[in-house]
């Protein structure tokens, strides 16, 4: 009984490949997130969901898509990977202004 | 940019109160405190969050200062398994809510 799920757990790739990271959560929040932690562990923001709209976009490359089939489900799809998206990028969800669960985490290496 | 300040790392010996201090000197009048804290590369874990008063939960205590600039994370007992980066978060009071992530304390109990 996972609260927020990612699948997979690790993705090795080579640049130039484009691959998908799938997140569900069965805590019936209405926002769902994604965030990316690079080398130096910095956590960023990138894609925000409410009730699977769009609300919140930071300056991420368009080659970064999210899509959002339904409130438990936010996956995010990567084309043209390059060795700068190596990274662990979390998934986490919450109700609009409350506290937020993350997922285990999916760490991503492209060589 | 974070609206935090936080030291980058601290120890604290096994069964004594570790006290984590933020800054948090531009905080506005509705805008929350949170703290999560992350154990080695899992995600993200929420640990508690106040306005003005002080709160209290099974995990810590949360003092916010008068002026609110400041807050103190505590964690009472402190054990090994506590070891982890602290992040002390502002999370903004309107629209998305969202909140940045800093840098974060490196808290390394001690046996």
């Known amino acids: 009984d996972t609260a927020v799920s990612q699948t997979p757990k690790y993705l090795v790739t080579q640049m130039g490949n484009d691959k998908s990271i799938k997140c569900e959560q069965n805590?019936?929040?209405?926002?769902m997130y994604w965030y990316k932690q690079d080398s130096k562990k910095f956590l960023k923001i990138m894609f925000s969901?409410?009730?699977?709209?769009?609300?919140i976009n930071e300056t991420v490359p368009n080659r970064f898509s999210p899509k959002s089939p339904d409130k438990a489900h936010l996956n995010l799809h990567i084309n043209s990977l390059e060795l700068g998206d190596s990274a662990v990028y979390f998934c986490?969800?919450?109700?609009?202004?409350?506290?937020?669960?993350f997922g285990p985490g999916t760490r991503l290496t492209v060589l | 940019d974070a609206k935090t300040t936080q030291p980058p790392s601290m120890d604290c010996a096994e069964g004594r109160a570790a006290n984590l201090p933020c800054n948090h000197s531009?905080?506005?009048?509705?805008?929350?405190v949170y703290w999560y804290r992350q154990i080695h590369s899992q995600g993200p874990q929420y640990i508690i969050h106040?306005?003005?008063n002080n709160e209290t939960n099974e995990m810590a205590s949360l003092i916010i200062t008068e002026d609110r600039k400041s807050s103190t994370l505590i964690l009472p007992h402190a054990t090994l398994r506590d070891t982890a980066v602290y992040y002390c978060?502002?999370?903004?009071?309107?629209?998305?809510?969202?909140?940045?992530f800093g840098t974060g304390t490196r808290l390394k109990v001690l046996a």
């Open positions: 978060i502002v999370r903004l009071s309107s629209g998305t809510y969202k909140y940045i």
């Open positions: 531009t905080i506005s009048g509705n805008e929350y």
């Open positions: 106040g306005l003005k």
């Open positions: 805590l019936g929040h209405d926002t």
């Open positions: 969901y409410n009730n699977k709209e769009l609300i």
């Open positions: 986490a969800s919450s109700h609009i202004s409350g506290q937020k669960f």
